[in-house]
């Protein structure tokens, strides 16, 4: 069964501190991984990595993408409190019909 | 502005009445879903359509039914059947159900039942 695993769960940090989240899949014939923020209310689109865009970055935060090893990681740098949200990490594969496989997410608090 | 619309915001509801949910978009998408996010249960999917006047079943599909008359609409009806319908409900749009199109979400509209 395909499956999506983030980790950790929850995280709190101060301001300025650098953060890591992890994504790791089991999916079979993996096309795209994509990375979400979520504040209060609709996730937004940060990244979407793929076989030939294995590294993503924008401004403080950036992407990467294992295929050997099988996950991927979001990293922060100088985090501030409007980083604080619930980060989702989604895998798409070439069956199941092409839908999305979500992991349960990863909620990032941010201190001042 | 483009975008993904959904209403109402919040909406309360009493044990065995069917309720409505409505998602717009106009970003010409073909694609668009329902997902319901429970606390420390993610987004699962309930329904998705790929084109107009055709819809699949998610994972969680039972006590929940969809239409997709026009491509701008895509309504989710909540059942009486559905056990426990209080929940946070997403609607998502794309491009269409391809590898490499990302989803955009609407707001949510936040189901309670009483």
């Known amino acids: 069964e395909d499956k999506v695993v983030q980790s950790p769960l929850s995280l709190v940090v ?99 | 502005d483009g975008g993904i ?9 009493k044990e065995g009445q069917n309720v409505t949910l409505s998602c717009e978009q106009n970003l010409n998408h073909d694609a668009m879903y329902w997902y319901r996010q429970d606390p420390g249960q993610g987004l699962r999917l309930i329904y998705y359509s790929q084109i107009v006047n055709d819809f699949q079943k998610g994972d969680i599909a039972e006590g929940y039914s969809v239409s997709r008359e026009k491509k701008e609409s895509f309504p989710l009806t909540v059942t009486s059947a559905q056990k426990n319908p209080t929940a946070f409900y997403l609607c998502a749009s794309s491009n269409r159900v391809g590898i490499y199109n990302e989803q955009f979400f609407g707001p949510g509209t936040r189901l309670t039942v009483l």
Not at chain 1, 70 to 75: K, T, V
Not at chain 1, 82 to 98: E, F, K, M, P, Q
Request: net charge positive.
């Open chain 1, 14 to 112: 101060h301001e300025g501190d650098t953060v890591t989240l992890n994504c790791s899949y089991e999916v079979t014939n993996f096309r795209s991984l994509l990375w979400y923020k979520q504040e209060k209310k609709a996730p937004t689109f940060l990244f979407m990595l793929t076989s030939s865009g294995i590294e993503k970055k924008s401004g403080r935060l950036s992407s990467i993408l294992d295929k050997k090893e099988l996950f991927s990681i979001l990293n922060i740098t100088a985090t501030q409190t409007g980083d604080s949200a619930i980060y989702l990490c989604a895998v798409r594969s070439a069956g199941n019909n092409r839908k999305l496989i979500w992991g349960l997410g990863t909620s990032l608090a941010v201190n001042p």
């Open chain 2, 5 to 13: 619309t959904q209403s109402p915001k919040y909406l309360f509801r």
